[in-house]
């Protein structure tokens, strides 16, 4: 753990409790790291209101890791404030280019008002990464999801987020493992992945 980050804060995605994180936390803990989780609620606060809430608990980090809207969040709060200490972000199944799912469910009267006033956020993604933090991308290949109702994704996906939506430029390294959206979160190799990126700044 020499020179590696060592406090980890885990992030959930969008529909998810901040106990889906707790696999994945404990799996941290087994290598070393010292996890806390922010949970947030992703579809009803939106953006606005939790940007600032994550920003304090982003000072007393070194390393992040988040889950699909959890990934968007960080970047966004990063981007907005000064985090010296944070070193490193390891994003799983993150739409960081825009997520075509959230664009289809935006055109469906039953479904359209699921994503909340995390809606803009989704469908826009982020701007190309030039921040000093090094965030790495683990996509999921295995396409078993909702999205694939709202979307027609073009090459891989997750079943939710396309691999083309997490190939934000900017990134420092990019991955693929076998999993969905949400086995992203029970992922042995995924796991794997995340530590080597939090030890070393790139992907095994």
Not at 96 to 113: F, N
């Amino acid at each position: 753990m020499d020179g590696a980050p060592r406090h980890v804060l885990l992030l959930h995605g969008l529909w998810m409790p901040g106990m889906s994180m707790g696999w994945m936390a404990r799996r941290l803990q087994r290598e070393g790291f010292v996890t806390s989780v922010f949970a947030y609620p992703g579809a009803m606060a939106g953006p606005r209101l939790v940007l600032p809430a994550l920003a304090r608990r982003l000072a007393g980090v070194e390393a992040v890791v988040a889950h699909s809207l959890g990934g968007l969040l960080t970047l966004e709060a990063l981007r907005q404030g000064d985090f010296p200490k944070l070193r490193r972000v390891v994003c799983l199944g993150s739409p960081l280019c825009g997520s075509g799912a959230a664009q289809g469910l935006r055109t469906h009267r039953a479904t359209g008002w699921a994503l909340g006033r995390a809606a803009p956020l989704l469908r826009e993604g982020c701007p190309p990464w030039d921040g000093s933090a090094q965030v790495g991308m683990v996509a999921g290949t295995r396409a078993i999801g909702f999205g694939r109702w709202f979307a027609r994704f073009e090459g891989p996906s997750d079943g939710t987020v396309a691999v083309a939506e997490t190939r934000l430029p900017g990134l420092v390294d990019h991955c693929s493992v076998d999993a969905s959206h949400s086995g992203l979160l029970f992922s042995e190799a995924a796991a794997r992945q995340v530590a080597h990126f939090l030890r070393e700044g790139h992907f095994a």
